[in-house]
Structures are given as C-alpha cells and as structure tokens.
C-alpha cells in the first residue's frame, strides 16, 4: 500500500508484516546487548564498499578511496554512519530494507518469536537499528542515480522521498548515510569512549578505512604576548572552517591561560597556554583484513568473533576456526569457521545452493557466497572467508566453473575443513560438542561416499560407557587376531535388550550400536572398515563361533525338516518376502527369543523399512526391490517351538494347518515387531494374541 503526499514526492508506504513484527520485536525486547547495532551497520557499509569497489574495479576505476564515517555530534541526538558504496536505488530500498527476501529469514524472525528475551544478541541485520533508535533516515544513491530518502519511526509505515541536491548537505555519487535518532535511554552511543569501545570489539576486522569524528583538546604553550593573537587568528580560522562539508577539522572552543606552575615570571614573555577543541576525523583502522594478518599477529579471540557473527548470521561464538595461508602453485588465504551449534537458519539445508563462504580476490570481495559445488554436500555447516591472489577480479560464476583456481580452490577448501576436523577430533571434550551437532553431517558425508570420514565417528557399544572410534574398535576390542569384523547392530533396541547381540556380549564380543535413522543410510553404503568387514548381527550373516554339534536323532531330524518345509510354504502364503525358514545358530538358549527375524545380507533391515515407508514422498513400491529377504530363524531349544513342534509331528497332515498355523504366524509377527518390521497390519498381530489368550482362558 502507498499514498502521495500532495505537497511533495513523499510516499508513505506499509511494511510487510514479517518486518513489522520484527521491528516490534525488537522495540518491545528486553535486551541485553544494544552494541551489535553498530557491528551491523558498519558491515553492511563495508559489504556496500566491496560491492562499489567490485564494479568500479569492473569498470578499470582503480584510483578511488572508499571510508565508513562515523560521525555522533554534527546532528542533534543522532548518530551518522556513512559510506562510500553501492548506495541504493528505490527499488533496493523497498527490497532490501523493506520486505523480507529469503525463506530463511522468515524462519530466523519465527525463531525469533520463540526466543524474544534473547533478542539482543542476535544480529538482525539492519533492523537493529531500532534497538537503539526511535527514528532511522537512510539517505542513499546508486551511482548515476537519484538521491533517495528512506524513514521510518519503527511503526507500520516508512516512507520514500526523492530528495533535490541540496536539500540535505552535498552528498558523494554513491553510497549509504544512516542516520539514527537514538532513544532516550540510549544517548551513551554519542559517547566517543562507548563508540570506540564496540568498534574495536566489534568491527576491528573490517578492512575498509573507518574514521570517527570526535573531539580533540590540544594545548600548547605560547608566549604570553603571542596569546592574544593566536586566539584572534583561531577563532577566524573557526569561521572559515564551519563551512559544511570542509574535511579540516572544525574549531570548537579556544582558553588561553596562564600556566601557573610557571607563575613567577613576571615577565611579558610568561608562557602562558592555550587549549583548542577542535572536531576532527580520526582513523580508527585501515590495516589489512583479519585473513591477511599471521594468526599469531592476531590478539585474542574477539577479531575472529567479530569476523564469524558478520559473516555467518549466528549469534553464539563460534567452536572453532582455521585461519591459513597456503603456498605453491596456487596462494590461498582464509578463515573457515565451525558453528557452536547448528545453526537454525537455512544452514542447516541440505539442498540450499550456497555455501555461506565468501569469495576474495586479493581483498576485494567478488562473491558474497560460493556455489555449493564448491563444498561437499556434508560440509554445508562451514562459514568464512577465502582470499585467491590468482583469479582474475572480474572473476564471474560462469569462469568459476571452469578455471584450473577454481578446482584448486574447491581442493583447498575440502583440505581446510578436513584440517580443522582433525584439530577438533584432538581434544575429546570440544569434539563431542561438534559430534552432537553435526554427527549427522559426518555420516552424510560418509553415504556421500567420503570414507576418510569413518575416523571421525563416535559410536556407543555394549563395552565401555562412552563412545569409541572405529580405530579404537579394531585396535582393543577384537576378541583376537582372528577377529576380522565388526559386528554391529541399528535400531531401537541397545544391545543389552536384543537377543543376538547379548549372545556377542556373552562370548565377549564387542557390537557397536546404531540408533539414528541416518545410521541405517549411512551403513548402507558401507561394507569394510580398513580391512575389516562390517557385520550387521541382525542380518543374515555367518556367526564367528563353530554351531553348536548337532545331537538331533534321525527323527528328530526328519520331523524338523518337514515342519522347516511347511513353515515357508505357509508364511509364503502370508509374506512374499520371507526368504527361508531354518534353525537358529544364533538363539539357542531356552531363555533366548523363540524366533527371529532377520534380514538379507544386501538389503534393508527393518528399522530402514520403516524409516522408507515413512518418508512423505517415498514410493515404497519403487523401492521395493531395495528391501532385504527375510530369514526366519527358529530356536529349537525353546520350549514354544518344542511344543509346535511336537504338535506339528502329532497332527495328521490335513490337520497341521488348522492345529500350528495360527500360533506359527504369531510368532513371525512377534518376530517381526522385534526386529523393527512395519508392520502392514496391526489386526493380524493383534487377533492372533486374542486367540491365544482365548485359549488360555478357555483351559482354565
Ligand atoms: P544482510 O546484510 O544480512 O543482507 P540487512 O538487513 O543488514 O541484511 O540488510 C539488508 C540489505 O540492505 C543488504 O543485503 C543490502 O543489500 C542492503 N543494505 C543495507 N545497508 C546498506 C548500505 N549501507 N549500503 C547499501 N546497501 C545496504
């Protein structure tokens, strides 16, 4: 919505209600850190100036300079920050301060809701502004273009002006001035001592020049005879140099005094002094960007914050960063960061085509984020910065797919993260704060192929209290030399409860366990670790251990034979997917389960059946070719089985299915319940039970 005001070009228009509510949260908030309005402002000038700069540099312009100005006292009660960027046109002001673009900001703001109280410490980007200001101005022009005026008072409207030249002071031919109303409660922000305390907190790292206009009291002695007429003489200079615009500095207030430690004199030429405040621009930095700098230049951890908090997004500190510098055929400079946490904006999307890196071309930003071709899949959670001395600055995404840099940088990267891995993966404590965070990326990247990542998992098992590596496994917990698997099991059953694997624990067996759905797609594509098979215990597989002797007689045998024989034919009839029926070398105790059900070796288990049929989209008919056999294992030494089998061995044979049929289904189903099969029909399962317990009741 928008309406002219007759009088002049203003154009009040309405925020989108994503906007308005976030302005309002920010206003009704009870923060506790106003500070990062200025970390935000002064990045997004900078990200303004490496875009000016970027074109101007596309255009052969090499010469020109780029500032940020900070200036808190040349307007009543506001401060102004300002810069030499790309500036914006009107359709940029209603984009980019007006709407919300992204999905993931939109999700940012929900979060938000949620978490309110803690609104102050989140970077919110330009709005937080108003975590300071009643009132913000932006005025603004693109190259070539016209100067506009954007206002708003945090309410539902803000409004657009094309101003005339020389309605506000004379303004550059490009770039960004923010003028901020400050509330009441927060004129400390006019404060030089406050303003230079959060810019070297927080902004120390930004590369382009940033100066603070602030007050300067000099004094300096003069004769006394001289005093007069310096004073004379400033006070003219002070009116030629009011004049706006003027880059000198601006006298404020000149005292000549006697020096009285020097009182005795009682010459004409007693040295007297004299004190003039001047307002003046003061550089505050300039060096060369954080990645340019040796790490051990670099004091403390706030640079890197700093650095981490503009580029990623995220509010919390990072847990971890690697700042390198590589030579040889190709010079690289960077900072890639590890998240705390995982982050809840899109970094967490899998399929988001960026990768929250930025691309330098010796100090001037050419690419604000990389494609995700650049890094892997799995690697998505990485921030930061690289810095190529060899690509070309006009470098566009269309050579970024084919140069020989690009495919050395996209190696570099892969090395750099692997290299920060490995420095994490050293010290256990940090390492399981990553894992809890980003287990998930690990084992992505593992499916994905990569299986120098298999190091890097931590596993739960049914012999220490903690979690081991796969090393660890092979090197300590192999029963002997002999031993040449690791036995495993998913699902949600530990290994204490599931039958099989208490077998393995009795015969002093190490099994890891796989709990997580992404353990089942992960382990799908995994068969070896080093020269070690990676046995699944709850697939069909062949036990370490000798069977136990057979001490069947020729009968016992026959009669076993028969009723294997019938079992197939009847689950068949039931369950196209059971592979065979036979006895347990596995279940063999009287207290073990009386059957199970397992998978094929190549295909699905059950808990990866259910996973499968769950997903949304699945067509679990497409797929059905992936899901495993099933072997039915029975053991013999129960006394159910003993009973069935006795019963079977008594009926006559057109009276074996009415007499074993029902109870043999149950126990498939049973079965199937336990390994962690859907199950396609609850009611089969369910009325089995019935009848057997109606039985029951009917003999008592
Ligand atoms: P972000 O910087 O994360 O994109 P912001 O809310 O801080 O989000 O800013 C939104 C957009 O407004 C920026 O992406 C940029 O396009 C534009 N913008 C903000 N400040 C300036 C500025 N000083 N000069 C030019 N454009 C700016």
Redesign the pocket.
């Known amino acids: 919505m928008s309406e002219n005001d007759s009088n002049n070009t203003t154009v009040k228009k309405t925020f989108e209600a994503n906007i308005s509510e976030l302005m309002n949260m920010i206003i009704h908030s009870f923060y506790s850190n106003r500070d990062v309005f200025l970390r935000?402002?002064i990045?997004?000038?900078s990200?303004?100036i490496d875009?000016q700069r970027h074109t101007d540099l596309q255009n052969g312009v090499v010469d020109k300079s780029y500032e940020i100005r900070i200036d808190p006292l040349s307007k009543e009660g506001c401060i102004v920050?300002e810069?030499d960027?790309?500036?914006?046109n009107e359709d940029?002001l209603v984009r980019?301060?007006s709407t919300i673009a992204t999905s993931g900001?939109k999700e940012f703001v929900r979060n938000l809701q949620e978490k309110s109280d803690m609104i102050g410490q989140f970077?919110?980007?330009?709005?937080?502004a108003f975590l300071v200001a009643d009132r913000v101005d932006?005025i603004?022009r693109k190259q070539g273009g016209a100067l506009m005026k954007w206002s708003s008072d945090a309410n539902e409207f803000y409004t657009l002006e094309t101003l005339t030249e020389g309605e506000e002071t004379e303004f550059p031919s490009n770039?960004?001035r923010?003028i901020l109303l400050l509330k009441e409660d927060a004129k400390e922000y006019l404060e030089e001592a406050s303003l230079r305390r959060i810019i070297t907190r927080h902004s120390s790292f930004i590369q382009h020049p940033l100066s603070l206009y602030c007050k300067k009291t000099v004094t300096t002695p003069v004769a006394s005879d001289e005093a007069k007429g310096e004073e004379e003489e400033v006070l003219e200079e002070e009116e030629e140099e009011m004049e706006e615009g003027s880059d000198k500095p601006v006298v404020e207030e000149v005292k000549v005094e006697e020096d009285t430690s020097k009182a005795e004199s009682k010459t004409d030429t007693t040295p007297k002094t004299i004190t003039t405040t001047t307002q003046e621009w003061e550089k505050l930095n300039g060096g060369p960007p954080l990645w340019y700098k040796n790490a051990s230049e670099i004091e403390g951890k706030e640079p890197y914050h700093a650095l981490y908090k503009t580029i990623s997004?995220d509010y919390t500190e990072p847990l971890y960063w690697n700042h390198f510098q590589t030579e040889g055929n190709y010079e690289f400079r960077g900072i890639l960061y590890i998240p705390s946490k995982m982050p809840f904006d899109m970094l967490g999307d899998r399929n988001r085509e960026k990768r929250n890196i930025r691309l330098y071309v010796k100090k001037v930003l050419v690419l604000n984020e990389l494609d995700k071709e650049m890094l892997p899949d799995w690697m998505n959670f990485v921030s930061g910065v690289i810095d190529s001395a060899d690509l070309p600055l006009n470098v566009s995404r269309e050579m970024l797919q084919q140069n020989k840099i690009v495919r050395a940088l996209k190696t570099q990267l892969k090395k750099q993260v692997m290299k920060m891995l490995t420095e994490v993966a050293a010290d256990e404590e940090t390492y399981a704060k990553f894992y809890e965070n980003f287990h998930r990326h690990i084992k992505l990247g593992i499916h994905e192929g990569d299986n120098s990542l298999l190091s890097f998992l931590r596993l739960k098992n049914n012999k220490t209290e903690g979690v081991m590596t796969l090393d660890g496994y092979v090197a300590e917990h192999r029963v002997s030399e002999e031993q040449k698997a690791v036995y495993y099991i998913t699902g949600t059953v530990p290994p204490q409860e599931n039958a099989i694997a208490r077998l393995y624990t009795e015969k002093g067996y190490c099994v890891l366990y796989f709990d997580e759905p992404i353990d089942e797609f992960m382990l799908q594509r995994l068969s070896k670790f080093k020269e070690y098979d990676l046995v699944n215990i709850t697939k069909d597989h062949v036990t370490p251990w000798a069977p136990n002797e057979e001490t069947d007689t020729e009968e016992e045998k026959n009669t076993l034979e028969s009723f294997l024989g019938w079992a197939k034919k009847t689950l068949d009839g039931v369950d196209s997917d059971v592979d065979s029926v036979k006895r347990s070398n596995k279940l063999v105790l009287e207290s073990d389960p009386p059957l199970a059900v397992l998978s094929s070796k190549w295909g699905w288990t059950g808990q990866m059946e259910k996973i499968m049929q769950s997903q949304p989209l699945s067509d679990g008919k497409s797929m059905s070719y992936m899901k495993g056999k099933r072997i039915v294992e029975l053991n013999t030494e129960h006394t159910v089985i003993k009973s069935l089998l006795d019963k079977y061995s008594t009926t006559p044979e057109e009276e074996k299915d009415a007499v074993c049929k029902d109870r043999l289904l149950l126990l498939y189903r049973c079965g199937l319940l336990v390994g962690g099969y859907p199950i396609s029909n609850a009611n089969d399962l369910v009325n089995g039970v019935y009848s057997a317990l109606s039985v029951d009741a009917s003999v008592v």
């Open positions: 935000e402002l990045s997004n000038a990200d303004a875009k920050i810069d960027g790309i500036g914006m940029d980019n301060l900001t970077g919110v980007g330009f709005y937080s932006v603004t770039g960004t923010i997004n």
